[in-house]
């Protein structure tokens, strides 16, 4: 038996199968999504797995990454049933030496091996080997069988049949369906992606369509044939035309699947076999932001905030049910899903609504959270790109595109587009007519922004500058600062978006904000910490650690979390001495190169704790055939001090009189 260990070496990693330790490379890192997956999701259980097992081929001893058994059948290589390869990404499927030849040469060993995988995480090959009478030949399903064996559902999933993905292998899907659409169609990176989330929708549509049978599926027969594949395009271009219908803020009625009937029915055969609804929020939300991030990314300053400050900063602000919440600068809109499934919970806990519940009341609750994304829900962005990656992550994530525009948040009422006021009013269920200037915008009751900042990114516009006190130079009085009527030459993004958020809120609201440290230590920036002391309570200030937007900017920022204060509060002046709720977040999940880091011991080793108790359990076979539950296995946990963060400040909340 294989002993528990609680800590691990640097650079070695708890294998999830056999619990041995094992060195922390590319390879290794594929090769543990697959075991996951093969276990979480396909209901493999550990025992019928073999890592690195040894067959023969001819005089030479090889090993093979995964080896799969039947149940109850014994462990040698005449009983391999299913061979799986994994490899750095860096190794291509044509490599002579460790590509797909190699796949075959050890299937062709093992007399009855009838399945075989061969990935590096962003291409993927699926054989299957049928022996005829005319010698063996290969086959390339969709996708290698779950535990029992039905191979319909490899070929057309039921909705039953639907797995959820866990660890990075719903990522991984979405990058071996880029990286396909990119080399075998043409398209840049950026278009590739708007392609495949178009297929994306589709999948989620066809989701929805109950109780009608799933249409998203590309069977392998058809895979194999140029009518096969236009059987496939026709099947997916029905389903697009309802989504075009259903979401005709996101796609024109024009709008076309401009992929190759090759392209998409490999891409349909990857994606088939997921329930995009069911699987974990966090899973789907970092899959699709590493995506967005990876091909949307562009040079405004845009980098965007890390899945767990977001989270953070959301559980701080508590968004009640009827909150109205806004991320005026919302980029791939991580702040507004995360916000939006967190009432989502609350609207569950209000309906009494579980997994068990009946059809109708779930139905229920879907339409309010339709109806709840609709009424509260807004997010702006000046990159039109990624307005629609926005709505398609709200969609994704909770059906409910949300009130998102195409809008430069700073510009002066009077500049905005007539088309863009009439929705902005409609949407708040007011006269566009009384949205004259900046102070008719307060109608929000949570904001949640990392604004754009950067001296390369400066305001310069007159009238946009003239809206903000902080647009205007201040000068020191004898009892504090006070703005001139002298507007600045030009004022950085941040500080403005600062007095923005401010003008968007209505008294009492409260915004979580991620800004510079300059603004909240630059001697030449007194003044702005002067106006937010007077308009706001300033209710939290989290330290970041310097990693958090690594790899791509090393700019030291801050969490603030501010309450506006009412009209009569300001004309009151400074607040008696109240509590500030401070702390620094040391470690933030990864390091300046974005590779992930694990909590460790004071030797240095890092520590392998028990798995979540709500995780899934094993299920073991004893002798006898019967099922018995153990837990999974112990793994390794992200050094991550957001959560206590977050806990810590909801525990202080409760002793402070806040107003929320």
């Known amino acids: 038996m294989t002993k528990l260990l609680a800590t691990l070496p640097d650079g070695k990693i708890c294998d999830f199968i056999d619990q041995k330790i094992r060195n922390d490379t590319p390879e290794e890192y594929v090769r543990q999504n697959i075991e996951r997956r093969l276990v979480l999701e396909l209901g493999y259980l550990p025992e019928q797995i073999e890592v690195e097992y040894p ?54 060993f093992c007399d009855n091996s009838e399945w075989g995988m061969w990935t590096n995480g962003k291409k993927k090959t699926v054989l299957r080997r049928v022996k005829t009478e005319e010698g063996v030949v290969y086959e390339e399903p969709n996708d290698i069988p779950a535990k029992d064996g039905n191979l319909e559902e490899v070929d057309r999933p039921t909705r039953e049949s639907l797995k959820n993905a866990v660890g990075d292998n719903l990522l991984f899907s979405f990058k071996i369906c880029h990286d396909h659409i990119y080399v075998t169609d043409g398209l840049q990176k950026q278009p590739a992606f708007f ?120 559980q701080m602000l508590e968004p009640k049910v009827t909150d109205r919440i806004l991320d005026p600068a919302c980029g791939t809109g991580g702040f507004l899903v995360i916000a939006m499934n967190e009432v989502i919970e609350k609207l569950k806990q209000q309906a009494g609504v579980t997994e068990q519940s009946d059809i109708w009341m779930k139905d229920a609750l879907n339409s309010r959270i339709r109806e709840t994304a609709q009424a509260n829900f807004f997010g702006f962005d000046i990159n039109p790109d990624l307005v629609k990656a926005t709505k398609m992550n709200m969609v994704m994530n909770n059906d409910g ?11 002066h009422p009077h500049q905005w587009e007539d088309n863009f006021r009439k929705q902005f009013a409609k949407a708040l269920d007011i006269d566009a007519k009384s949205l004259r200037g900046f102070k008719d915008l307060a109608y929000f009751d949570v904001i949640a922004t990392n604004p754009p900042f950067g001296s390369k990114l400066p305001i310069k516009d007159r009238e946009t500058l003239s809206q903000y006190q902080l647009g205007h130079v201040w000068r020191e009085t004898e009892t504090g600062w006070e703005p001139t009527d002298q507007l600045h030459g030009s004022a950085p993004p941040e500080i403005l978006f600062i007095e923005r958020c401010w003008q968007f809120l209505k008294p009492g609201g409260r915004m979580g904000i991620v800004l510079p440290d300059a603004i909240l230590g630059a001697p030449g920036l007194l003044y702005v910490r002067y106006w937010m002391i007077k308009h706001c309570r300033i209710v939290a200030s989290i330290d970041l650690h310097p990693d958090t937007f690594q790899p791509r900017n090393g700019t030291q920022t801050s969490v603030l979390i501010l309450q506006k204060k009412t009209e ?32 460790r011991n004071e030797e240095g080793e890092e520590i392998l704790m028990p798995a979540d108790p709500g995780s899934i359990p094993l299920i073991e076979r004893t002798a006898s055939g019967e099922g018995t539950a153990r837990p999974l296995p112990r793994q390794k946990v992200e050094d991550d001090d957001t959560p206590f963060v977050a806990d810590e400040f909801l525990v202080w909340k409760k002793q402070v009189v806040l107003g929320w």
């Open 55 to 108: 067959i023969k081929q001819g005089s030479k001893t090889v090993r093979v990454d995964l080896a799969i058994f039947r149940e109850r059948e014994p462990h040698i290589q005449e009983n391999v049933w299913i061979i799986i390869e994994c490899k750095k990404d860096s190794i291509q499927p044509s490599a002579s030496k460790d590509g797909i030849d190699q796949l075959k040469s050890y299937m062709a």
């Open 195 to 314: 392609e495949l989330l178009k297929v994306i929708f589709c999948k989620i549509h066809d989701e929805r369509n109950f109780p009608n049978l799933l249409e998203f599926y590309a069977t392998a027969s058809e895979k194999k044939s140029n009518d096969g594949r236009l059987t496939v395009f026709n099947r997916i271009n029905k389903i697009f035309d309802a989504v075009k219908k259903q979401y005709p803020a996101i796609f024109d009625a024009n709008d076309q699947l401009k992929l190759q009937p090759r392209s998409l029915a490999y891409i349909v055969g990857e994606l088939q076999r997921y329930s995009f609804l069911s699987t974990n929020i966090d899973v789907k939300g970092k899959a699709y932001e590493e995506l967005v991030g990876a091909n949307l990314r562009g040079d405004r300053g845009e980098f965007f905030t890390p899945r767990n400050v977001q989270k953070m900063a959301v």
């Open 401 to 411: 595109a949300g009130n998102i525009f195409r809008q430069d948040s700073l510009l």
């Open 568 to 599: 009569e509060e300001i004309n009151r002046g400074t607040m008696p001495d109240y509590e500030i709720f401070m702390a620094q977040v040391k470690a933030i999940g990864h390091d300046k190169r974005g590779n992930t880091v694990y909590r």
